[in-house]
């Protein structure tokens, strides 16, 4: 299905960019065109304030009316559709979040549309994936292939896509949704020629620095744009928090925030749109030091303002815009060209406001094709995202999923029942009931010296025969059995229940989940004698002992708890 989904993913990319300019087009040209064009070459006077507005009051109308899904980056609301929706989208929302994207980019706003086609792409894969008798976690599968897919088709990077869906979308790494992946990306990344174009999006072609220390200030520069990315995040949510506490209806919002993004054109009509023309000017090096910062400070703005306001954008190019433009300022006082230091700070501050170092470093180079600047920009994704992680909570990404009361980790660690096994936490040497124990003196143990909910049964050589337990007394109680049968005579097949040292203690818990048996008897495989037993009590050590790794400090052999 992979290749059905990664053709699907980049004609969804090229229609949607189609549909951005001709909203373009539209709104600043008065005509109807599907030709690129940019918002600066527009002259409106003062209706370039007004033109974000009726962009923006569009959007209210179709959220309100048709879906309040649409609102939003795009990237959050695909994320929570896999972990809490079971990666089911709407053919609704599949329709509408692509048409509101391109109206809002359209008409000004200070947006990317790979926030728009990355939920367009994942929309793509879980209808298709509807339409077949398909898990939650093959469906999953397909909306994050459709998802890499249309962010290959739009920025040409298959690998920083392939790396995205495994750090932020399918928060697992496994091959039944690797490979997928994979193969959706590549088919994509094959589609791109002939829709959209080929080669880097941003080339590059100034001389890499020499300097032994650039690599070191290179992490600076991901310290500086690690710190802005918490501002920014920060800011963000602030600023949603003041648009719930006005006194109109949420379907104004944009149109309110669209009025500062107006404002901010009438400043520099450069913050206006996608932007990815001043993504080029910082790549290359030619952005004067106070365009840069006029950039940087109003694009800052209006891109906060308008995405707190809830309407429909993406936070990708806003984000390499303010991190070409901080590196950009500061490489003015750097070796080299300022496009490098530009590009070092897109890595950076990607990686610290996404919480996605791997995705960041490898973006940069392949969005420039200077793969030989790896090692400055690994330095500063790395940098960025560790002071991320100080600083905020979340990121920017996952706060707003948490703000509704969903609390998402983005941390891989391997389960700890998975590592160890049966053996190793089990109680060894179990107590057991003999097997021509009657019902009649198993009522009265139970009743009187019992300590456990359960107990295996053993034949004379210490063979596991079945597994009495307290629910079984009652049954015998209600006068179900003969108080003078056995054991063996009583107990079902059902009680069979049984794993081997070796087994993995993951297996033994899911075991557990489906039999709703509390405690497994341990059974040597080739005698089939019992050896041990495991609870849930048990399991949770493997829990504790995951804990005990992680927080008890030791030195030459002495441990202290930390």
Same mark, same amino acid.
């Given at each position: 299905?992979?290749?059905?989904?990664?053709?699907?993913g980049?004609f969804?990319a090229?229609?949607?960019?189609?549909?951005?300019a001709?909203?373009?087009?539209a709104?600043w040209f008065g005509?109807l065109s599907a030709?690129e064009?940019?918002?600066?070459?527009?002259?409106v006077?003062?209706a370039?304030?007004a033109i974000?507005?009726?962009?923006?009051?569009?959007?209210?109308?179709?959220?309100?009316?048709?879906?309040e899904?649409i609102?939003?980056?795009?990237?959050p609301e695909?994320?929570?559709?896999i972990?809490?929706? +079971?990666?089911?989208?709407?053919?609704?929302?599949?329709?509408l979040?692509?048409?509101?994207?391109?109206?809002?980019?359209g008409?000004?706003?200070?947006?990317?549309?790979e926030?728009p086609v990355?939920?367009?792409?994942g929309a793509i894969?879980?209808?298709f994936?509807?339409?077949?008798h398909l898990?939650?976690a093959?469906r999953?599968? !397909?909306?994050?292939?459709g998802?890499?897919?249309?962010?290959?088709?739009i920025?040409?990077?298959?690998m920083a896509?392939?790396?995205?869906?495994?750090e932020?979308?399918?928060?697992e790494w496994?091959p039944r949704s690797?490979?997928?992946?994979?193969?959706s990306?590549?088919?994509a990344?094959?589609?791109r020629?002939?829709?959209?174009?080929h080669g880097p999006m941003f080339?590059?072609?100034?001389?890499?620095?020499?300097?032994?220390?650039?690599?070191?200030?290179?992490?600076g520069i991901g310290?500086?744009?690690?710190?802005?990315a918490?501002?920014?995040?920060?800011?963000?949510?602030r600023i949603?928090? !003041?648009f719930?506490?006005?006194p109109?209806?949420?379907?104004w919002?944009?149109?309110i925030?669209?009025l500062v993004?107006g404002?901010g054109?009438?400043i520099?009509?450069r913050?206006?749109?996608?932007?990815y023309?001043?993504?080029?000017?910082?790549?290359?090096?030619s952005?004067a030091l106070?365009a840069?910062?006029i950039? !940087?400070a109003?694009k800052?703005?209006?891109w906060?303002?308008?995405?707190?306001?809830?309407t429909s954008g993406?936070v990708?190019a806003?984000?390499?815009?303010?991190?070409g433009?901080?590196?950009?300022?500061?490489?003015?006082w750097?070796?080299?060209?300022t496009g490098f230091?530009?590009?070092?700070?897109?890595a950076?501050?990607?990686s610290?406001?996404?919480?996605a170092?791997?995705?960041?470093a490898?973006?940069?180079? +392949?969005l420039t094709?200077?793969?030989?600047?790896?090692?400055?920009v690994?330095?500063?994704s790395?940098f960025?995202?560790?002071?991320?992680?100080?600083?905020?909570?979340?990121?920017?990404l996952?706060?707003?999923?948490a703000?509704?009361?969903?609390?998402i !980790?983005?941390?891989?660690?391997v389960?700890?029942l998975?590592?160890?096994?049966a053996?190793q936490?089990?109680?060894p040497?179990?107590?057991?009931?003999p097997?021509?124990?009657?019902?009649?003196?198993?009522l009265?143990?139970?009743t009187?010296?019992?300590?456990h909910r359960?107990?295996p049964?053993v034949?004379?050589?210490g063979?596991?025969v079945?597994l009495a337990?307290?629910s079984?007394?009652?049954?015998?109680k209600?006068?179900a059995?003969?108080e003078?049968?056995?054991l063996?005579e009583?107990?079902?097949?059902?009680?069979?229940t049984t794993?081997y040292?070796e087994?993995?203690?993951?297996v033994i818990a899911?075991l557990i989940?489906?039999?709703?048996?509390a405690?497994v008897?341990i059974?040597?495989r080739e005698t089939?004698?019992?050896?041990g037993i495991?609870?849930r009590?048990?399991?949770?050590?493997?829990?504790?002992?995951?804990?005990?790794?992680?927080t008890r400090r030791?030195?030459?052999?002495?441990s202290v708890?930390?």
């Amino acid at each position: 299905m992979a290749p059905v989904i990664g053709t699907g993913g980049a004609f969804g990319a090229w229609l949607l960019l189609k549909s951005i300019a001709i909203a373009t087009n539209a709104f600043w040209f008065g005509r109807l065109s599907a030709q690129e064009v940019e918002i600066t070459d527009a002259a409106v006077g003062l209706a370039i304030v007004a033109i974000p507005v009726i962009g923006s009051l569009i959007i209210g109308v179709m959220a309100r009316f048709g879906s309040e899904k649409i609102r939003g980056h795009g990237i959050p609301e695909a994320i929570e559709t896999i972990l809490f929706g +079971e990666s089911r989208l709407s053919p609704k929302v599949a329709i509408l979040k692509p048409i509101s994207a391109a109206i809002s980019i359209g008409s000004g706003g200070p947006f990317g549309a790979e926030g728009p086609v990355i939920m367009t792409g994942g929309a793509i894969g879980s209808l298709f994936a509807q339409c077949f008798h398909l898990s939650a976690a093959e469906r999953k599968t !397909l909306l994050v292939a459709g998802a890499a897919a249309g962010m290959v088709a739009i920025f040409g990077t298959p690998m920083a896509a392939i790396l995205l869906a495994v750090e932020v979308l399918l928060f697992e790494w496994k091959p039944r949704s690797f490979v997928p992946v994979v193969i959706s990306v590549l088919v994509a990344a094959a589609w791109r020629p002939e829709l959209i174009g080929h080669g880097p999006m941003f080339p590059a072609i100034w001389p890499l620095p020499t300097d032994g220390w650039i690599v070191a200030a290179a992490a600076g520069i991901g310290v500086i744009v690690g710190l802005l990315a918490a501002l920014l995040s920060s800011l963000l949510y602030r600023i949603e928090d !003041l648009f719930h506490r006005l006194p109109v209806h949420w379907m104004w919002w944009p149109a309110i925030g669209a009025l500062v993004v107006g404002v901010g054109g009438l400043i520099d009509a450069r913050v206006l749109g996608a932007g990815y023309s001043n993504i080029q000017t910082l790549v290359d090096g030619s952005m004067a030091l106070r365009a840069a910062v006029i950039l !940087l400070a109003v694009k800052a703005v209006v891109w906060l303002v308008a995405l707190g306001s809830g309407t429909s954008g993406g936070v990708l190019a806003p984000l390499l815009i303010l991190g070409g433009a901080a590196g950009c300022i500061a490489g003015l006082w750097l070796p080299g060209s300022t496009g490098f230091w530009a590009m070092i700070g897109m890595a950076g501050i990607m990686s610290g406001a996404m919480r996605a170092p791997l995705t960041g470093a490898i973006f940069a180079a +392949e969005l420039t094709g200077r793969f030989d600047a790896l090692p400055a920009v690994i330095a500063a994704s790395g940098f960025a995202y560790a002071i991320s992680v100080l600083c905020m909570r979340r990121s920017i990404l996952t706060e707003k999923i948490a703000r509704r009361g969903r609390h998402i !980790l983005q941390e891989y660690t391997v389960d700890p029942l998975d590592l160890q096994q049966a053996g190793q936490l089990m109680t060894p040497d179990p107590a057991t009931l003999p097997a021509d124990m009657t019902v009649h003196a198993a009522l009265r143990f139970f009743t009187e010296e019992a300590t456990h909910r359960s107990y295996p049964v053993v034949d004379a050589e210490g063979r596991l025969v079945g597994l009495a337990s307290r629910s079984d007394a009652l049954r015998w109680k209600a006068g179900a059995f003969d108080e003078g049968a056995t054991l063996t005579e009583t107990l079902s097949d059902a009680s069979q229940t049984t794993a081997y040292p070796e087994t993995p203690c993951g297996v033994i818990a899911d075991l557990i989940v489906e039999t709703g048996v509390a405690r497994v008897p341990i059974v040597d495989r080739e005698t089939h004698k019992v050896v041990g037993i495991l609870s849930r009590q048990d399991l949770l050590k493997a829990r504790r002992a995951q804990r005990t790794s992680e927080t008890r400090r030791s030195r030459f052999g002495r441990s202290v708890d930390g």
